[in-house]
T-cell receptor, first 113, second 114 residues
């Protein structure tokens, strides 16, 4: 699992509340990614980071913000959660000694009521 | 914009059968193509990675091919087993994508019946 953990693993929240998801890695990788996975849409990139304090938007960034104050932590914040943000959120890191690929965390299931 | 299509969306086969999963893409300017496996409620696990200069990669019972000119990749699974039941996703890395952003297909859900 490349030392990637996500917390919480499950969360239920109400519309309009802020929510922060955490991705933690133990191997000092530079690149980290947040995806959401929805039926009929597959995996879509929300934001990614290429270093401490260096982030950029992905395909579906509206309504989300990220922060990376330490190499090992990449936080995803839903500023005001909506029902359309009910999804499974995956964090990934870029790594590989011979061939680079992405390694994924176990995911966070978020339900916005 | 790169579009990645996986057909079929779901597939059910009896144990022991050989099978092929398909992935097609619209932009041939790719750096590499990867096949991932996802078990229910789990994250993704990389199975095979094919560089754009390669035609195929093999790992055990799995063989992945890449034909950039036709915009197609296939994942061949030999002698399927119930443990192969999962969703299989292909993902492309676009040429020049320094951020290493992957574009995913929606996946093929495979069920291998004992």
């Amino acid at each position: 699992d490349a030392g990637i953990t996500q917390s919480p693993r499950h969360k239920v929240t109400e519309t309009g509340t802020p929510v922060t998801l955490r991705c933690h890695q133990t191997e000092n990788h530079r690149y980290m990614y947040w995806y959401r996975q929805d039926p009929g849409h597959g995996l879509r990139l929300i934001h990614y980071s290429y270093g401490v304090k260096d982030t950029d938007k992905g395909e579906v960034s509206d309504g989300y913000s990220v922060s990376r104050s330490k190499t090992e932590d990449f936080l995803l914040t839903l500023e005001s959660a909506t029902s359309s943000q009910t999804s499974v959120y995956f964090c990934a890191i870029r790594a590989g000694a011979i061939q680079e690929t992405q390694y994924f965390g176990p995911g966070t299931r978020l339900l916005v009521l | 914009k790169q579009e990645v299509t996986q057909i079929p969306a779901a597939l059910s086969v009896p144990e022991g059968e050989n099978l092929v999963l398909n992935c097609s893409f619209t932009d041939s300017a790719i750096y590499n193509l990867q096949w991932f496996r996802q078990d229910p409620g789990k994250g993704l696990t990389s199975l095979l990675l094919i560089q754009s200069s390669q035609r195929e990669q093999t790992s055990g019972r799995l063989n992945a091919s890449l034909d950039k000119s036709s915009g197609r990749s296939t994942l061949y699974i030999a002698a399927s087993q119930p443990g192969d039941s999962a969703t299989y996703l292909c993902a492309l890395l676009r040429s020049g994508a320094g951020s290493y952003q992957l574009t995913f297909g929606k996946g093929t859900k495979l069920s291998v019946i004992p």
